[in-house]
């Protein structure tokens, strides 16, 4: 069931924006302006509007109908609890302000389901494991399979019922063994990625909030430093010092933003928090193949390499578990009808030889 779960729920993840846009439009929708405000002016705006805090993250939207979202903590409240609000990027109006997990809105609820199963970072590290179980599941499925691809096609609507659910069975089966051997390996790597993380850390939990950043250092002139540096780099997510002294501010972008296999985060930049002075430039396309193919995981996993087609493709395929667990209860069921009517045609025999003799 958890496997069904985490497959139904990341179908419904690949239009979860889409679905928040629907449901609540005065938050996720914004209308398409002709040029987005400076990430320096939308501070500013955020300055003014909200009461003393600290900025932790900031996705730029990646749609142009689409908010950004910032994740902040509120420095006056008593737990400084981590919120994220939804800012228009042409006017720099708030258009609402949700929990850290994002769990008051579809997207963020449905994705607490598919990380976490609603269970923390137990249930992360748990997901992981199914991860590794959807990879060994498509292994045993090529191995079993290996000798029925002539009659892949055949549903037998003839027959039984038994020998129905058993054709369409292996016929989802094999469709869905490349989806789930990709899947799998993608969602377990990146489980383990932030497992070994929580273990180089030892668990501790980071207590200390405040904004650990020069507030006079401009987001625009680090911009355009980084373009400078690297001329096709589009901008996706910033990361600013809010726990530790010292840290970094960090921006995530990609210089090949048309490359369908490339994520939105693929090359970085790590500046000095104190004196905006350039640390570190991580280029993807100067790295090698194996940096470029981890890279290229989010879209692959997501869907959104080939488009709608891809995304709706995905959608479908992510319902594959619940597919076969039902057929699965289908062939289980005909088998015991089957195996019932066989011991009952054989008490008959028995008893109408017992009346003969």
Known sequence: MFLVAIGLSGSLLVFGHEI??????????????????????????????LPSHALAGWLLSEKRNQPDQVWLHFLDSDQKKEFVILLNPYTGKILGKLSEDLSGSFY????????????????????????????????SGIILYRSIWQ?????????????????????????????????????????????????ARGFSEEKKIGSFFNRSISMNALLRDAIDQIPDFRLGFISFPHHHEKDPIQFYGTEKEHNPFRSRFGSYFIFDSESGKILK?????????????????????????????????????????????????????????????????????????????
């Open 281 to 357: 430039i991580f280029h993807l396309s100067n790295e090698n193949l194996f940096y470029k193919i981890v890279d290229s995981f989010r879209p692959i996993h997501f869907g959104t390499f080939g488009g709608m087609f891809t995304k709706i493709l995905w959608m479908i395929l992510g319902f594959a578990p619940g597919v076969l667990y039902l057929s699965g209860i289908g062939v289980f069921i005909s088998k015991r009808n089957s195996r019932n009517r066989r011991k009952n045609e054989k008490y008959r025999t028995i008893s109408k030889i017992s009346e003969n003799d």
């Open 151 to 199: 009659n892949l096609f055949r549903l037998r609507k003839g027959q039984s019922l038994r020998t129905y659910f058993s054709d369409f069975h292996k016929l989802v089966g094999v469709f869905t063994l490349i989806f789930n051997l990709v899947l799998g390996f993608t969602g377990a790597w990146w489980s383990a990625r932030s497992t070994a993380g929580f273990f």
């Open 20 to 49: 928040d846009q629907l449901l609540h439009p005065n938050r996720w929708y914004v209308a398409d302006g002709t040029e987005r405000l400076s990430i320096d002016t939308l501070r500013e705006k955020l300055n003014q509007a």
């Open 108 to 139: 963020g609820w449905v994705l607490n389901l598919h990380y976490t199963l609603f269970m923390g970072s137990f249930g992360y590290f748990l997901t992981g494991i199914f991860g590794v179980i959807f990879v060994f599941q498509g292994i």
